[in-house]
């Protein structure tokens, strides 16, 4: 039986190449995220390759049309064995230019945006015994800088909700990764008017992304010298940081 993969945030960037890149493998792919016409392209081009595909559009920080999406693709494809909860919105918002929608805006996404995805999957998943799921984050939980800390600190509660989950389900048998890349070309980091280190593109990051949830990995960072100068760098004084931006 075809193995089912859902991917959150698929229309484009890394969930569009991470969707595409699972097909590959062998699953059939349930794509959802809000723009419809982006979605339907995707999955003809998951279907133009010989593979298996079905979407439904939803917010992911809207709890009712994420669990309808995943309903319809449910119904569409069968139970879900995969679940990449990797819809994310990174916006500026500095303390000292309030813009309080933008900032809920990344909570309801980044944060809630995985519990609810995961909880319209973990009952069945835990009733077979099985199943995989996958949260893509960031490495700007590890660091933030002035003006960026709200998309960080998404982020790290995001990390840590996580490692609660694994420790949670690990005795139903369902895997828990959590995926912390660092810069890959996207819609968002296309807004970025700062210097991206070690910058990817989003296929190079789907292929790496795939590998590590075949090896069900726990915690998967990369590049990883970037996760490890990101640690670096969190612990250097105030001033040395503001200096480095």
Known sequence: ??????????????????????ARQGYAVGLTARREERLAAVARGIEAAGGCAAW???DAGDRTATHAAIRSLEAALGPVDLLVANAGVGVSAPLLEPNPAEYEAMVAVNLLGPY?????????????GTGH???????????????????????AGLNQWMDSVRLELHE???????????FVESEM?????FKMPLLMSAEKAAGLMANAIRKKKKVYDFPWRMSIAARIAARLPDWVRRRLG
């Open 56 to 58: 439904a559009a939803a």
């Open 116 to 128: 609810y995805a995961f909880e319209a999957v973990v009952p069945a998943m835990v009733a077979r």
């Open 189 to 193: 980091t296309a807004q970025n008017d």
């Open 133 to 155: 799921l996958v949260a893509v984050s960031s490495i700007a939980a590890y660091i933030t800088a002035a003006g960026s800390g709200q998309y960080s600190a998404t982020k």
């Open 172 to 182: 139903h048998g369902i895997a828990v990764t959590t995926i912390n890349p660092g």
């Open 1 to 22: 039986m075809q193995r089912v993969a859902v991917v959150t945030g698929a229309s484009s960037g890394i969930g569009r190449a991470l969707a595409l890149e699972l």
